[in-house]
């Protein structure tokens, strides 16, 4: 059974860090595109970032260039989200995902979803 597990969501004040992790198991996970996604209240869900399948290449939206790297652990089976310098519009359920073929911005018909985990950043 595939799972996807994301951790380090919470409260943080404007201008702080947080570190997401999303643990990977069931599955070949240096074999797939692995993405970060965020859905804030009342919004779409939302492209954020995604790095290849040996970290050659990463993409970020342009809200978050500059601010937030992706990284992976193939040896853990772990994706990473470090974000810096979090503004109030970063809150929203971060969602890690996995494709076996590409990257996919649009989120449709991705291989494998966590259930999210929760960033509130207060202004």
């Known amino acids: 059974q595939v799972q996807l597990v994301e951790n380090g969501g919470g409260l943080v004040q404007a201008g702080g860090s947080l570190r997401l992790s999303c643990a990977a198991s069931g599955l070949p996970f240096g074999a797939f595109v692995m993405h970060w996604f965020r859905q804030a209240p009342g919004k779409e869900r939302e492209f954020v970032a995604a790095?290849?399948?040996?970290?050659?290449?990463?993409w970020y939206t342009d809200s978050v260039k500059g601010r937030f790297t992706i990284s992976r652990d193939n040896a853990k089976d772990t994706l990473y989200l470090q974000m810096n310098n979090l503004k109030p519009e970063d809150t929203a359920v971060y969602y890690c995902a996995a494709d076996r073929d590409q990257v996919v911005r649009s989120g449709n018909a991705m291989d494998y979803w966590g259930k999210g985990t929760l960033v509130i950043v207060s202004s």
């Open positions: 790095v290849n399948w040996i970290s050659s290449g990463t």
